[in-house]
T-cell receptor, first 120, second 111 residues
Framework: AQTVTQSQPEMSVQEAETVTLSCTYD???????LFWYKQPPSRQMILVIR??????QNATENRFSVNFQKAAKSFSLKISDSQLGDAAMYFC?????????????????FGKGTHLIIQP | DAGVTQSPTHLIKTRGQQVTLRCSPK?????VSWYQQALGQGPQFIFQ???????QRGNFPDRFSGHQFPNYSSELNVNALLLGDSALYLC??????????FGQGTRLTVV
């Protein structure tokens, strides 16, 4: 079984500052994917960034970057130059593919989320 | 191109009743997954459908069942509703081994 732990229920940051959200996970598999999703009050779940476990290079998407430490099973999200529109629940998510036979993606394992507040 | 659409957006049911939630996947997506998100929690995986069959299931009782139609749309059925079934139900669709796109969810309240 897979688990994802987010130890920060809530984080607050000043607009234009940098904030880091923490995540640890556990799986016995070596092939997996990690994601950060954001969920604003609209409830729409939006993909922020994705990391393949076999890639050593940390993923980056504009102001969003991750620090992926495979041995420590740690996957933190750094948001630079925070903007008011970044305010949302952020979920760390793990996907362990069951195998390619039969096709299709597999169920995602979510953490409990971190509520990010942006102070103007 | 429409994204993932779910209906209805809100629903109120009485304990013991049955409910059906619907999901239309994003165009080109053949896999549909359902998640339950209780208030203040992360989503929990219910099950996944591919080629009209349940491919994988999370830790949910048999009261939760589903169906996928030939056009890839899907339904989630919950029988004998409990107060604890009150939650946001999210549908996600994806292409073969691709990234998941989520709908805006159905808010179910059981009274």
């Amino acid at each position: 079984a897979q688990t994802v732990t987010q130890s920060q229920p809530e984080m607050s940051v000043q607009e234009a500052e940098t904030v880091t959200l923490s995540c640890t996970y556990d799986t016995s598999e070596s092939d997996y994917y990690l994601f950060w999703y954001k969920q604003p009050p609209s409830r729409q779940m939006i993909l922020v960034i994705r990391q393949e476990a076999y890639k050593q290079q940390n993923a980056t998407e504009n102001r969003f970057s991750v620090n992926f430490q495979k041995a420590a099973k740690s996957f933190s999200l750094k948001i630079s130059d925070s903007q008011l529109g970044d305010a949302a629940m952020y979920f760390c998510v793990l996907l362990v593919p069951r195998g390619y036979s039969g096709g299709g993606a597999d169920g995602l394992t979510f953490g409990k989320g971190t509520h990010l507040i942006i102070q103007p | 191109d429409a994204g993932v659409t779910q209906s209805p957006t809100h629903l109120i049911k009485t304990r013991g009743q049955q409910v059906t939630l619907r999901c239309s996947p994003k165009s080109g997506h053949d896999t549909v997954s359902w998640y339950q998100q209780a208030l203040g929690q992360g989503p929990q995986f219910i099950f996944q459908y591919y080629e009209e069959e349940e491919r994988q299931r999370g830790n949910f009782p048999d009261r939760f069942s589903g169906h996928q139609f030939p056009n890839y749309s899907s339904e989630l059925n919950v029988n004998a509703l409990l107060l604890g079934d009150s939650a946001l139900y999210l549908c996600a669709s994806s292409p073969l081994l691709g990234r998941a796109y989520f709908g805006q969810g159905t808010r179910l309240t059981v009274v």
